[in-house]
């Protein structure tokens, strides 16, 4: 997802690898709208290789990876995902081996909704200009207007930055509500400590849609943080399997 826009680009691998992962970054980033300044990834091993380090190097592109404590810095991607994975539910009913066929679908109506924090669709800050969709060519257009090339270049040069700077302003906006929300204290948090049970999300990316959305139990063995939001976990099944976990990531456990 590119920050400022919204714009998503969406491709099911089979292979979830650093191969893959760069081709994806060469075919479908770098030569459809050249190289990112920088870009921010989770810390998956295919992310942090060094085949990976490599690419970027050699590419020049910068990358910041983020953090199991403060998972809120690529929140953006989190929700983004979550709104992915409903659309692909739905659309797929009693066929969900089909997923893959309808990403690009998928990808392409989140990209020509309006977002809340920027006042636009991801298409009009990334074209300079709204998608014609599939219904419209049905409508009868009364505007037939035409725009000289030379003509429509200025007018990009125009708009384009124009709407940019409104969508920035708006994401102030919306990032200044969040903050305030953020800060306000809650009382139903709930506080985990040692010896705890507790269920994890279910984030594997690998074969389509995870059967289980949580998984467990887990043990809680302590917390790595000053504000106990980020804790280091071990299975119950499998106590060699140890892992880290921030609070947004786990639930209490319940027997079934």
Known sequence: ??????WVIAVPLKRYDTTSIAQVLLYEVVLKYGLPERIITDNGSSFISDGMDTVMRRLGIARSLTSVEHPQSDGLVERMNRTLKAS???VVGQEPNTWCEYVPFVAFAYNTSKQASTGFTPFKLMHGRDAVLPLFPAIKMTDRTRTEARQWGELLNKTVPMIHSKALENIHKAQERQRKNYDKPTSSQIIYKTGDLVARKNTAKMGGFPKERW????????ATNSEETAFRIYNKKNPKNISKANVSSIRPWYSR
Do not use: Q
């Open 215 to 222: 998984t467990g139990p887990w043990i809680i063995m302590e």
């Open 88 to 90: 692909l539910s739905i």
């Open 1 to 6: 997802m590119e920050y400022l826009t919204k």
